[in-house]
């Protein structure tokens, strides 16, 4: 039990002291605006890490989200702006798109036995050409409906709780039940423990793996349909590298890269921490690259820690 959840529980510690530390730097922190604010930037990283940490408790890792999420975009701009679509009809499409897209994925990883690493980059060079062919340009949308969402917000204090944060929310509170209570995350634990033994445990295989992908891909999907109605706007260039902060949130919420141990409170933690680093830098006018630095930082740290846990579990095993 020790191992499982103290991972878990230095995600909350970082993430409680770092935000003490900065309402001690800056009073507006003890207010709602910053907290709200940060739930409505990182809406889309926190909807596409929930998919990804299924992936990585799976045992196998997704590096097309960013690119499925800039395909997103362009796909929603040009069929609602140039082919006069309405949203609510393009939103079914590409979540249609992006189920078949993750299935496809799912099903090349388990029947023709290609790493994951190696058919989720060649995914991710699809997607991006995908939305390059479709408008190489940005593609601005206009459209009552974006208006309409855009307006939708809860008072909370002295800041909103906007509809795309409520998105984000809802998710991983349906994450987090699907992972700890349904035969589903029970077979992505088990899977990701050890595929072998989860076979001989009657878990299907070919089925679970599927679905995994398919989850990742539809929720890139929705972070992409969010992150459209956030930008106003569709680019093939949006969220380039975008994969690996949604593996370094996963991480820092405390999900071990090697499969079979995580949760998806951790990496709403972990996103979290990655935002709370960005407001903070914003709010001391430094370079956007401290953020990465500072995520790496942690990462690394993070990695570490797990590593030193299993090296001292196995000791006390033998």
Request: glycine share 10%; with cysteine.
């Amino acid at each position: 039990m020790i191992r499982r959840y103290l991972p878990l529980f230095v995600t909350f510690l970082v993430l409680f002291m770092g935000y003490a530390y900065c309402i001690s730097e800056f009073r507006a922190f003890s207010t709602m605006r910053p907290l709200v604010n940060l739930l409505r930037d990182n809406a889309h990283l926190g909807i596409a890490a929930v998919g990804m940490t299924f992936v990585i408790i799976s045992g196998g890792i997704d590096l097309s989200v960013g690119a499925v999420i800039a395909f997103t975009t362009v796909f929603l701009a040009v069929t609602i702006q140039k082919l006069g679509v309405h949203p609510m009809v393009a939103f079914v499409l590409i979540l249609i798109i992006g189920a078949m897209f993750g299935a496809s994925i799912g099903a090349i990883i388990h029947y023709l036995k290609i790493p994951p690493f190696i058919a989720t980059l060649a995914g991710m060079f699809l997607a991006r050409g995908g939305a390059t062919v479709i408008s190489p340009e940005s593609e601005p949308v206009y459209h009552e409906l974006y208006d309409v969402v855009a307006g939708l917000s809860i008072p909370i204090g002295n800041g909103k709780l906007t509809f795309i944060a409520m998105v984000m929310l809802s998710i991983v509170v349906i994450g987090v039940a699907l992972l700890h209570t349904s035969r589903f995350g029970s077979n992505v634990y088990a899977l990701g423990g050890n595929a072998t033994s989860a076979q001989l445990m009657g878990v299907p295989i070919a089925r679970t793996t599927i679905s995994v992908y398919v989850l990742s891909s539809v929720l890139a999907t929705i972070a992409g349909i969010v992150f459209s109605l956030y930008m106003r706007a569709g680019n093939n260039l949006y969220c380039v590298g975008f994969e690996l902060d949604a593996i370094a949130a996963v991480v820092i919420g405390g999900t071990l890269m090697t499969g079979g141990s995580g949760f998806v409170i951790g990496t709403f933690a972990g996103v979290c921490i990655q935002g709370l680093i960005q407001t903070y830098i914003t709010y001391q006018n430094l370079t956007s690259w401290w953020t990465k630095i500072v995520v790496g930082f942690l990462l690394f740290a993070f990695i570490l820690m797990q590593r030193v846990m299993v090296v001292i579990y196995k000791g006390r095993d033998a």
